[in-house]
C-alpha cells in the first residue's frame, strides 16, 4: 500500500524515518502555527502536526483558465498555492480547530472535505486557481503572471465575499497599520433576532444553521482572517525584526506568513532557531477531482515529503503575516499580544491602533456586490472585475 501511495506523486518522495532524522538532536522548542514541540522527544507529534496541513501544489491538466489559458501554473503558481495553504489553515481552524489531526486513509469529518473542495482546480470552486487567476486581473495582474504577497491577499479578500458557507471576514491591513475599530466594525454582527447586542445562539445551534447555508441568526462575531502585508527591509530582512517575525509563528492565532525569495514562494508554518520551516509549492502533480462518491482523494493534499528550512535572514523582505480569530475574544488576545511582543520594539514591524486615523478615508467594510450570478461566473466579466475593484479605490496597493 506505502509503494501504491508513493506512487502518485511525481517528485521524490522522502519516507518518515528519513525525514525525521534530518532535524538535529536538540533542546530547542519547534514552533508550528502557535504550537510548540519539544524536538528531542516530540519529533513523531512535530511530523503529525506537519502533515496534517493542507498542501497546495502546482498542478498540471486542469481545465484551461478562462475557457482557452493555461491548463496547468507550474512556474506561475506559487505564490498562489500558498495563499490557499494559508487560507485552507484558517478553514481547518474554523470548522475542525487547530488541535485537529490527519491520518492518511482514515475517515474525516464533511467539514474537512468540503473544505477541500474549495480548493480544487475547477473554475466553480471557490478559491480554485481559475478564480484567484482571472480575480488577479482586477489587481493589474495577468493571468499566468507572478504575484507577490499583498496581491494574493486582496484577492483572498475579494474571493470570500462570494463564500456564504466560510462566513469569513478578511481584513487587509494598509500602510503597516492595524485599526482595531475597522476590524471590530467589519466583524460584529448583531443577531437578527435578539433584543440586546450581547445575546447569541448557543454554538451548537450556529454551527447546525450555518451547514444547511441559512440561519436564522447571525452570529455576533464573523470569523477574522487578518493579513498584514509588511516590507521588512529593502533587498533583504533588516536583522531587528527576526524576534518580532519569530513571536508571529508563537501567538495560537498564528496562520503563518506568505513570502520566501524573489518569484519563488513559500508558505511558512513555524520556526527552529533562526531557521523557517515551510512547506513548498514547487512541485507539479496531476489534477484530482471528486470522486463518485463527492469525496476527494486527499493523498496528494497533505506534505510527506522532508519539510525545508532556510534561514531566516535569507527571506525576501516582501512577506504577508496570517492570522485567524474565530471569536472576538482571540481579536482581543491577539491584541494583548501585539501589544506586549510587537510593539515594545523600537523599530515596529507593525503598528496596532485603536482608531481609524484620521487623515484615512472613511473604513468601509466590504460587501459582497449586487449581482445575480455566482462567483464564478461574476469574474469572467472583465466589466464586473472593475466594478468590484471600484469598492478599494481608497486602499493603497504595494507589491
Given amino acids: 500500500m506505502e509503494e501504491m501511495l508513493l506512487s502518485k506523486y511525481e517528485n521524490q518522495i522522502t519516507i518518515f524515518t528519513e525525514y525525521l532524522e534530518e532535524y538535529p538532536n536538540t533542546d530547542e522548542l519547534v514552533w508550528i502555527l502557535g504550537k510548540q514541540h519539544l524536538l528531542k522527544t516530540e519529533k513523531s507529534k512535530l511530523l503529525s502536526d506537519i502533515s496534517a496541513r493542507l498542501w497546495f501544489t502546482y498542478r498540471r491538466k486542469f481545465s484551461p483558465i478562462g475557457g482557452t489559458g493555461p491548463s496547468s501554473d507550474a512556474g506561475w503558481g506559487c505564490m498562489l ?69 499583498n496581491t494574493v491577499a486582496q484577492v483572498l479578500k475579494k474571493l470570500a465575499l462570494f463564500d456564504e458557507w466560510n462566513s469569513l471576514a478578511v481584513y487587509v491591513s494598509m500602510d503597516n497599520t492595524v485599526v482595531i475599530e475597522d476590524i471590530k466594525k467589519m466583524c460584529r454582527v448583531l443577531p437578527l433576532s435578539a433584543d440586546t447586542p450581547g445575546d447569541r445562539p448557543p454554538d451548537s445551534l450556529t454551527a447546525s444553521n450555518e451547514s444547511r447555508g441559512t440561519s436564522a441568526y447571525c452570529p455576533a462575531w464573523k470569523p477574522l482572517l487578518l493579513i498584514v502585508p509588511l516590507r521588512l527591509g ?69 506534505c510527506l515529503q522532508s519539510p525545508q528550512r532556510m534561514n531566516i535572514l535569507n527571506l525576501d523582505p516582501s512577506v504577508a503575516l496570517g492570522f485567524f480569530c474565530k471569536e472576538e475574544k482571540d481579536f482581543d488576545n491577539w491584541c494583548s ?54 469598492e478599494e479605490d481608497f486602499e493603497i496597493l504595494s507589491v
Avoid at 495553504?85 to 480547530?97: D, P, S, T, Y
Avoid at 492518511?104 to 473542495?117: D, G, S, T, V, W
Avoid at 525584526?241 to 520566501?260: H, I, N, R, T, W
Fill in 81 to 149: 498555492r500558498c495563499g490557499q495553504m494559508m487560507l485552507a489553515q484558517a478553514l481547518i481552524c474554523r470548522h475542525l480547530g487547530r488541535d485537529w489531526s490527519w491520518e492518511k486513509q482514515k475517515e474525516q469529518p464533511k467539514e474537512y472535505q468540503r473544505i477541500l473542495q474549495c480548493f480544487l482546480d475547477r473554475k466553480d470552486c471557490c478559491y480554485s486557481i481559475h478564480q484567484m487567476a482571472q480575480m488577479g486581473v482586477g489587481e493589474g495582474k495577468s493571468i499566468g503572471e507572478w504575484f507577490g504577497p
Fill in 337 to 390: 499580544l501585539v501589544q506586549k511582543e510587537i510593539l515594545k520594539e523600537n523599530l515596529r514591524m507593525f503598528e496596532l491602533v485603536q482608531k481609524h486615523p484620521s487623515h484615512w478615508p472613511p473604513f468601509i467594510p466590504p460587501a459582497k456586490p449586487e449581482v445575480t450570478t455566482t462567483g464564478a461566473e461574476f469574474i469572467d466579466s472583465n466589466e464586473q472585475l472593475e466594478e468590484l475593484d471600484l
Fill in 234 to 302: 529593502i533587498n533583504q530582512i533588516n536583522p531587528v525584526y527576526v524576534d518580532a517575525f519569530k513571536e508571529c509563528f508563537k501567538m495560537p492565532q498564528s496562520l503563518g506568513a506568505l513570502g520566501g525569495k524573489p518569484n519563488n514562494a513559500y508558505y511558512f508554518i513555524g520556526f527552529l532557531g533562526d531557521e523557517l520551516i515551510f512547506l513548498d509549492p514547487h512541485t507539479t502533480q496531476t489534477f484530482v477531482d471528486t470522486e463518485e462518491n463527492g469525496t476527494v482523494n486527499d493523498q496528494t493534499f497533505h
